[in-house]
């Protein structure tokens, strides 16, 4: 599905921002990216740097004249913009957008590109209405300008995470793996005894005014779900503590 | 809600990431942003150039030698990891953490730390282990160092987008009453020096051969998000068993 999803940057004007825009896509599993006249040199020192490792994906990059050019075979054409403008155009949030993908991209044919504007002025009307939909990310009102990486890495991470979740639902059912056994009722019941008797030993605990003390103990230990090795480890420590008040008795 | 998250960056080495971070902060409304030991100058040209306008961020930022000092308040810290080591730490996703957010933010005294490491090798593993939780940015695992500004967009997003529904939602009235404060990072920390202390005393525990004893009750008391009372009676405890084993040395 990932492979099927294009990142398509028109009239980029730094070189960095194309190689942060390859991290962001690399780092999320995508790799088809589309340069529309970009305004720069896309492959300086300045991309190398800031790729990290993913300058790969601008040697592959095709570099076009024209939005048509760079999503003539997508079936859908989704606009990143800070708001629809003239026209009120069909807006999604990146969430919505993340959900709607596995969808769109079932058919084999089907291809998905997601579309940047220019670091200083977006995307124009004409390309935003090149577009099935515009999407927004959410920002702060008063300083709502995004870094261009960092929309495409916001977006990007958006089609993993609808990508995982197809495969989480396709398959597996999640094994959650390195969970060690929880301890059992009874193994629980066995430490809290355990515990209290230590408590009337090194003389905290009164059990003729109890005061709560017990049950606030089990509350907050319950609450953490303990291992098994876990009460071991507790129970360990009150044994240690029990020989202590033993000494202090004798002694 | 926002204004209750800080991100904290540790031991960073490009001007250009802080400037990146201030940038996707702003972007997304956060403004508390702390410094642990950055290996570089936090205020350059870079800084400037990256944060396009959010350097009031760096400038306002507090910078300090530990992380204790960083999120000494904070009554949740989270740290960003490609992956538990040695021992498992309870991991979420970058969406479950902002579903939890609303919640752990209720109370006013309440403070979320989200805590990033260093370029090029992360947090260590004493860092992940004064973090209640761990929280992984899903990637590519073929290319999976993200840039640190990028990591914190992707978190800061989520935070927006948690604090978005929020406000949707109807401005939420939960203000689950019968909440005790939980115990802040420094009570939390002042508890733990305090149980060593006392598990060394009772010979239960040795600094020299540690086994990951400290690890494992820290990862269990960290789960349960003790509140301040429970603590003090833990802390009494443990005095009660120091006075035991003082007795028990002088018998």
Aim: with cysteine; aromatic share 4%; net charge negative.
């Amino acid at each position: 599905m990932l492979e099927r999803i294009r990142i398509v940057l028109i009239g980029t004007s730094h070189p960095g921002n194309i190689g942060g825009t390859a991290r962001a896509m690399h780092n999320m599993g995508l790799a088809d990216l589309a340069l529309v006249a970009p305004r720069c040199e896309p492959l300086t020192a300045d991309t190398v740097s800031r790729a990290s490792g993913a300058d790969a994906l601008v040697h592959q990059a095709c570099t076009v004249a024209s939005l048509e050019e760079a999503v003539s075979d997508c079936t859908l054409v989704v606009g990143a913009s800070a708001r629809s403008r003239t026209l009120p155009w069909p807006m999604i949030t990146p969430r919505a957008l993340g959900e709607r993908l596995p969808e769109e991209l079932a058919a084999p044919a089907s291809r998905v590109a997601l579309v940047f504007g220019r670091e200083d002025s977006g995307l124009t009307n004409a390309e935003l209405q090149r577009c099935h939909a515009h999407v927004h990310i959410p920002t702060n009102p008063d300083f709502s300008s995004l870094n261009l990486a960092a929309a495409v890495q916001v977006l990007a991470y958006e089609c993993r995470l609808a990508w995982l979740d197809r495969q989480a639902s396709g398959e597996a059912t999640d094994d959650d793996g390195d969970g060690q056994p929880l301890a059992s009722h009874d193994e629980l019941e066995h430490y809290f005894a355990h515990l209290e008797h230590t408590l009337v030993a090194i003389g905290f605990h009164d059990p003729a005014t109890p005061r709560q003390l017990m049950a606030r103990l089990r509350r907050f230990t319950l609450r953490a779900r303990p291992e098994r090795m876990e009460l071991n480890i507790l129970r360990g420590i009150l044994s240690a503590t029990e020989r202590q008040a033993e000494r202090g008795d004798d002694g």
